[in-house]
């Protein structure tokens, strides 16, 4: 959003100095009430900021303004990552699959705030106390179990916690064979949501009878895949790929297989790791196949969201995407690139409420930790994207998207010597790849080294500017700083096309393109830009 001097509150302390209570009560009123407070998270800990304009709407309001989480009083909840006792370890796979199962029937409770399993899998909770875990993932209650398998029998045992009050609100057990599994999850997510006083609507009832993926094989296959996804190398795309289409084979036609599928074959253009027209053509047929088979899906509306996006048609992709989260309020991937369309075309403002709700369902996942920072960023306050960025390449370094994205956070804070260092630790199979090669690019520039940083453009690299606004744009800032000038522009123009509308952000916030201003080219561009970014429909 656009700040006005003396709006914004950057502690517990001054917020609840302007609440006129003590810090306690207004934690407590963020926690419980949806009080609207930012975060930035960092480790276990993070700082806090808030809008003076947000809270008095809030209050006039008498209760939370709108930040799409669960509504006052309502519980939040986090299912920890069920222990694998069977004496196999091959069996993990029966554990894991439970525990998303779990998570994605409760998520489907809309009385409901219940943190991703890509979250609550980074939990250790052997690790830490329940009341620790529950603070780290903003819950009051935890759901806790093992599964132990002998032979073609299973048994699950679970229990529901209070973290606070260091409470079992329920426990229980459940036996039977192993092909019953899917039966005792369903009859455990029911239980707990009794235990938790609820009542399930008619719809929520039918979908909790519902499986998306009814073969334990061909579900462990998904969730693998859609962790190897997030990774951005090859050697993990291929393997999700290969993931999802054993699970095809095992099962046939699935929607949630085809909009999986699809998805990861868009990353490979996203990392640029193949940036022909042939990713968005499979994730194509995929979308198709996902239309034939539910067409109103929220499935089917975000895989035709990501394509949008990838074809560089972000008011489509925006249209889409809003109408997979009515039918999937709480999907993370979903809020993560409309929050991100937003950020790019210039409507800060509207992702922040969807930002704070991504980091209530998913606050652990490394990309998401640094969004707020970088609409914090898009806002002209580049030095609170500093620690957010290195801590999501800390929790992911082998990820070169990740070591890119920080590379160009030190370089626009005029921090370049440390870039280096950094750019030295890609890992050696992602050492040439177009991340890297975009670091180190952006390094040479800063450091005024353009003749040398100029032969890293590869005919790669300048193909990869197709994929998306990312890749162009940094081409544009690195030439800029560099003197280029004319290079400059014609990167700036492809990220434009490519549905980088911010102007504020280009007119007068990133400081990379303070050499632009003032190019005749560059006031054409930013004409354009200023047209679309008005005519913009959030």
């Known amino acids: 959003m656009t700040e006005h001097p003396g709006d914004r509150l950057d502690s517990w302390k001054e917020i609840a100095r302007y609440m006129d209570r003590g810090v306690r009560t207004v934690r407590r009123w963020e926690h419980d009430e949806g009080m609207p407070v930012h975060r930035h998270l960092h480790g276990t800990l993070g700082s806090v900021y808030a809008f003076k304009s947000e809270l008095d709407a809030w209050r006039r309001a008498g209760s939370s303004a709108p930040r799409g989480a669960a509504p006052a009083g309502h519980p939040a909840i986090a299912v920890l990552p069920f222990a694998n006792l069977s004496t196999d370890p091959e069996n993990a796979y029966l554990a894991d699959g439970l525990s998303e199962e779990i998570t994605a029937d409760l998520a489907g409770v809309r009385a409901l705030r219940v943190v991703s399993r890509r979250s609550a899998a980074r939990i250790s909770s052997t690790a830490k106390d329940a009341q620790a875990v529950a603070a780290q993932l903003g819950v009051r209650y935890l759901v806790e179990g093992s599964v132990r398998r002998a032979g073609d029998q299973l048994r699950i045992t679970a229990r529901l916690v209070d973290a606070p009050a260091d409470e079992t609100v329920w426990a229980g057990k459940y036996s039977g064979p192993v092909d019953d599994v899917f039966e005792m999850q369903e009859r455990l997510a029911r239980t707990i949501v009794r235990a938790l006083a609820l ?253 040398a940083a100029a032969a890293l453009i590869s005919p790669q690299v300048a193909a990869a500017t197709a994929v998306s606004d990312v890749f162009p744009r940094f081409l544009a800032e690195g030439c800029a700083v560099a003197g280029m000038l004319d290079e400059a522009v014609t990167w700036l123009q492809r990220a434009v096309d490519r549905g980088f509308i911010n102007h504020p952000f280009l007119a007068h916030h990133d400081p990379l393109l303070a050499p632009l201003r003032g190019h005749p080219r560059f006031a054409e561009i930013l004409e354009q830009v200023r047209r679309r970014w008005e005519q913009f429909e959030a």
């Not at 035709?304 to 074809?311: F, K």
Request: a negative charge; proline letters at 6%; aromatic letters at 6%.
């Open 199 to 451: 009542q399930l609507t008619p719809e929520e009832d039918r979908r909790l009878a519902t499986r998306p993926i009814d073969h334990l094989r061909a579900y462990e296959c998904y969730l693998q895949a859609r962790q190897d996804v997030w990774r951005w190398r090859k050697d993990s795309l291929d393997h999700a790929v290969r993931l999802l289409r054993a699970a095809l084979d095992m099962i046939g036609d699935n929607a949630t297989l085809y909009a999986a599928l699809g998805f990861a074959e868009l990353q490979y253009r996203e990392a640029g790791i193949d940036t022909t027209d042939g990713p968005l053509h499979a994730a194509e047929r995929c979308a198709d196949r996902v239309s034939a088979l539910e067409p109103s899906s929220a499935a089917s509306r975000q895989l035709r969201g990501w394509i949008d996006y990838a074809r560089g048609r972000i008011q489509d992709a925006v249209r889409q995407l809003k109408a997979a989260l009515d039918a999937d309020p709480n999907n993370a991937d979903t809020l993560l690139l409309l929050s991100n369309c937003y950020l790019i075309s210039g409507r800060v403002h509207e992702a922040r409420p969807l930002l704070d709700r991504l980091l209530t369902i998913d606050p652990l996942t490394p990309l998401n930790r640094c969004m707020p920072a970088f609409a914090d960023l898009l806002e002209g306050r580049a030095s609170a994207a500093l620690a957010p960025y290195r801590q999501m390449l800390a929790m992911d370094p082998a990820n070169p998207m990740a070591r890119l994205f920080y590379v160009w956070v030190l370089v626009l804070n005029a921090r370049a010597d440390e870039a280096g260092a950094v750019i030295r630790e890609f890992p050696s199979q992602a050492a040439d790849s177009v991340p890297a090669r975009l670091a180190a690019f952006l390094h040479r520039c800063a450091a005024g080294e353009g003749a």
